[in-house]
């Protein structure tokens, strides 16, 4: 299998949309699923990126999984780079450019 083979086999069915919510620091408002649906797809919570790890690694990884067992790895995926996106976007924002060395 070469790289052309995998990323054109699939790429025309249509992803899932997004069903998770970055919940901000402060935000004293109620919890819903989507925010904790987007604490499980967000693995800057495991300690990845510039944020210190807020949930051990292992029980990251063990509530991914359950997650993705139930809404399924297209699902888990999508909302994980959207985590992602917003969690390294804020961070940009908080922290600027990384310097040049």
């Known amino acids: 299998m070469n790289l052309t083979d995998i990323f054109t086999n699939d790429s025309e069915k249509p992803l899932p949309k997004p069903n ?7 935000d004293d408002g109620p919890w ?5 649906r987007g604490i499980i797809c967000n693995p800057c919570y495991a300690g ?3 944020y210190p790890g807020l949930v051990p690694e292992a029980a990251w990884v063990h509530a991914a999984v359950r997650t993705i067992q139930e809404d399924g790895p297209e699902q888990f995926l999508v909302n994980m780079l ?15 450019e990384a310097e040049d060395e």
């Open 20 to 26: 998770a919510v970055r919940r901000l620091s402060g």
């Open 82 to 96: 959207q985590m992602l996106r917003e969690s390294f976007e804020h961070a940009h924002l908080q922290f600027g």
């Open 48 to 50: 990845v990126g510039p």
């Open 32 to 36: 819903n699923p989507e925010h904790v």
